[in-house]
Nanobody
Framework: QSQLVESGGGLVQPGGSLRLSCAAS????????IGWFRQAPGKEREGVSC????????NYADSVKGRFTISRDNAKNTVYLQMNSLKLEDTGIYYC???????????????????WGQGTQVTVSS
């Protein structure tokens, strides 16, 4: 059965770092686009970062550019999100999602993804 599982969330102080993992099972990520999304209480789900696995082309929301980095380990069939210089407004539930690679310019739109993980909580608090 195809599945995505997020891990690595937790509680961190402002300015700290976390690395989230998205492990795929039941299928190989080659040929897919992977997106990271987050949802804070009372807010809409928003795209954070995305990557076309084949070739590694990536994109970021303006709010995280320069602080977050998306990467993949093909041998482990896993995508990562390295989050540095965390801010209070980064708090939320983080999800990874997958879709067959198509037009890259729309890779931060959550409605275009049809396979989602269960989410992992990230809390930035002093």
């Amino acid at each position: 059965q195809s599945q995505l599982v997020e891990s690595g969330g937790g509680l961190v102080q402002p300015g700290g770092s976390l690395r989230l993992s998205c492990a795929a099972s039941g299928f190989t990520l080659d040929g897919y686009t992977i997106g990271w999304f987050r949802q804070a209480p009372g807010k809409e789900r928003e795209g954070v970062s995305c990557m076309r696995i084949t070739g590694g082309l990536s994109n970021y929301a303006d709010s995280v550019k320069g602080r977050f980095t998306i990467s993949r380990d093909n041998a482990k069939n896993t995508v990562y999100l390295q989050m540095n210089s965390l801010k209070l407004e980064d708090t939320g539930i983080y999800y990874c999602a997958a879709r067959p690679s198509t037009l890259f310019s729309v890779c931060l739109l959550p409605q275009l993804y049809n396979a989602w993980g269960q989410g992992t909580q990230v809390t930035v608090s002093s």
